[in-house]
């Protein structure tokens, strides 16, 4: 009897709390999306969305900041994958110490990682500050380093969940050399982690202000800041516009990962 | 003919000595099982004739080739682990396939290949299925044939069975056999498991604390142990350390009791300590029929296990097992009854150490 009454009792508090999450989170959310409706006085319209979109400075900043997320994730993925597996490999007692150094850019903030990179590399012997080339060279460094806990991580637990160490010698006993241990056998098996942290890199490299406003490049953090300081209406607008990219890409992180359960399911019925 | 050699292989990690000067020569065709207990080094030497691992010294050649230092994706050496190590990623045929698409065989040569290889672990119907809908014995099976399709000249197997549940691991211990019998391929079995080496093998290296005690062929290992190890790890042998009376006669005591033991004592010296064995199964009782040596005794314990009795017994200070046949006329004597047992004097076994 007793535990019945509690049982209900803890169902109760799970759907309150549950609820009490929800609005908290999803509240502030609406209000910006209702705001963001409301740049035409009277009626809910997409005004403030079209502006954003009519703006040639919001593309430059869109495609400049998708190039750099995209080249950020394949150089910390080719940065990680191998570095990750080599750790498991041979110097599995290394993974507490990595796991420390990945952690810093949570710790040192970005500000400082940004004038570390500026006095470093604005002077001799290594001056990268001279060309748009060079300090978007120096951007990506620094967004690999901002994205490193969120890569290490997702590859990490990746590699945890295979016999890293067992499959790399049957790969090599059939004959296999490094490059191709790799290629067939494990980034196939952490392809779910690879993406999972790409996904992340990217919503991080998307929303990134400091890095690109200090190095003074077109990225799409800056506009969104300058944006509202002279504006009301699109600045929500875009904030919505970046809640959604988050959401697509959290979507597509779903869909592979169910897609890839499903194409398994499908394999046992037939 | 000498396919495999293995030569004064000496392997340390650190400090601590994992393999001690363990030679070994495997002929063409021949099944080889490494026995003996966890931690004895049966999984490192393996390894470094796999190429996992580099000897500290000492020479590994197949074929009359020194492999000691070529990296194990070029040796051409087949290797079976105990947690199977499929590719998840990859289907049944896919994972047989794999050594084959490596090595840059035709599409045409890897699918006959891979049917082929299927059909000889009997598992043609699971072709495009993935290695976590497979049983752990199908695992292990399509593991096998994976790494008998790149037609290896060697085949290495550590622990293949450990993981599975008793029935299965009979069925394919046999099934094992029949394969390396049917390609006659040259094969070595680690296990820790004496009825596996004891069924499987053509010859037993029983290795204890990084060092061989004994090679021999199941026959030999088993009735013929020749250090207390030996004895007591394969079978169940009862040892006693006696002391020598008469060499010239054979004879032996322990506890101030006699033995006369047939093969002799030859190069030992009165007062000179041995170590004797006796098999369980090779005493009787005396009212059934009369041996040479015959012991005064005390019964200790007597246990049933199915077709065989094992009665628990102290002669003079030592205990001993003796095993006899469980049938209906078999008169048993009373737990801590006094009884006359008797044993052939060539059941009587010298040991070297
Ligand atoms: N990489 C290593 N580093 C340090 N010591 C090791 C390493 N590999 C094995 N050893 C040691 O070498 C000895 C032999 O180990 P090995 O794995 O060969 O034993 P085994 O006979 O295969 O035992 P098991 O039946 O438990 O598998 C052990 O004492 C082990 O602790
Ligand atoms: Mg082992």
Redesign the pocket.
């Known amino acids: 009897m007793d535990e019945i009454m509690s049982r209900k009792r803890t169902s109760f508090f799970t759907i309150f709390w549950g609820i009490l999450a929800l609005l908290y989170f999803f509240l502030p959310i609406y209000g910006t999306l209702d705001f963001s409706l409301r740049m035409e006085r009277g009626i809910l319209g997409f005004k403030a969305y079209k502006i954003i979109f009519a703006d040639p400075r919001f593309w430059e900043g869109f495609r400049y900041s998708v190039t750099m997320a995209v080249i950020t994730i394949i150089v910390s993925a080719a940065i990680f994958v191998p570095t990750i597996y080599w750790m498991y490999l041979k110097v599995p007692q290394a993974r507490p110490i990595m796991e420390i150094i990945t952690i810093l850019p949570f710790v040192i903030p970005g500000i400082i990682l940004v004038f570390g990179l500026i006095r470093t590399f604005s002077r001799p012997p290594l001056q990268l500050t001279t060309s748009t080339f060079k300090t978007d060279i120096l951007m990506i460094a620094g967004y690999v380093i901002i994205s490193m806990p969120y890569m290490f991580r997702a590859v990490d637990v990746g590699m945890r969940s295979i016999d890293v160490r067992t499959l790399t010698e049957a790969a090599q006993s059939l004959g296999s050399n490094w490059f191709h241990v790799l290629a067939d056998v494990i980034i196939p098996n952490l392809r779910l982690a690879i993406l999972g942290g790409s996904l992340i890199c990217f919503a991080t490299v998307m929303g990134e202000l400091i890095l690109a406003d200090f190095l003074v490049r077109p990225a799409l953090g800056p506009y969104m800041v300058r944006l509202g300081l002279t504006k009301a209406y699109e600045p929500a607008a875009l904030a919505i516009i970046s809640y959604s990219l988050t959401w697509f890409s959290l979507g597509l992180l779903q869909f592979f990962s169910s897609r890839s359960e499903r194409q398994k399911q499908q394999v046992i019925t037939t | 003919m000498t396919h495999l050699e293995l030569t004064h292989i000496h392997k340390s990690?650190?400090a601590?000595v994992?393999v001690e000067d363990f030679n070994l020569t495997v002929k063409q065709g021949e099944f080889v099982s490494f026995l003996?207990p966890?931690?004895?080094?049966?999984?490192?030497?393996l390894r470094m004739v796999a190429g996992f691992e580099l000897p500290t010294s000492g020479n590994v050649t197949l074929n009359g080739k020194d492999l000691t230092y070529v990296p194990p994706n070029k040796r051409n050496v087949g290797m079976v682990f105990q947690s199977y190590a499929l590719f998840p990623n990859m289907t049944v045929a896919q994972n047989v396939g794999y050594g084959l698409k490596i090595a840059g065989k035709s599409k045409n040569e890897i699918e006959e290949r891979v049917r082929e290889m299927l059909s000889l672990i009997q598992m043609d119907k699971f072709y495009s299925r993935y290695p976590y809908q497979l049983s752990g014995g199908q695992q292990q099976r399509v593991a096998l044939a994976r790494a008998l399709a790149i037609q290896p000249e060697l085949l290495l197997l550590d622990?293949p069975l450990s993981a599975l549940d008793a029935k299965i691991r009979f069925e394919l211990r046999q099934e094992i056999r029949r394969i390396q019998q049917k390609l006659g391929i040259t094969t070595i079995y680690?296990t820790?498991d004496q009825e596996e080496a004891l069924s499987l093998s053509d010859r037993i290296v029983v290795m204890s604390q990084?060092k061989i005690e004994q090679v021999g062929n199941p026959f030999e290992i088993y009735n013929f142990p020749q250090t207390r190890f030996v004895a007591k790890f394969v079978g169940s042998l009862n040892t006693v350390t006696a002391t020598v009376v008469d060499p010239a006669k054979g004879i032996a005591s322990f506890d101030g009791i006699n033995l006369e033991i047939a093969q002799g004592l030859n190069g030992k010296n009165k007062g000179e300590e041995v170590t004797i064995a006796i098999r369980p199964e090779r005493f009787n009782f005396l009212a059934e029929q009369r041996k040479e040596n015959v012991f005064d005794c005390t019964i200790e314990n007597i246990t049933f296990l199915g077709s065989v009795v094992r009665v628990q017994m102290k002669i003079g200070n030592s205990i001993f097992n003796m095993d006899t046949f469980n049938r209906p006329s078999l008169k048993l004597p009373n737990i801590g009854g006094k009884e006359q047992v008797t044993c052939s004097n060539k059941a009587v076994l010298v040991l070297a150490g």
């Open positions: 990690f650190g601590s994992a003996g966890s931690g004895c080094g049966k999984t490192t030497t622990e680690v820790h990084g």
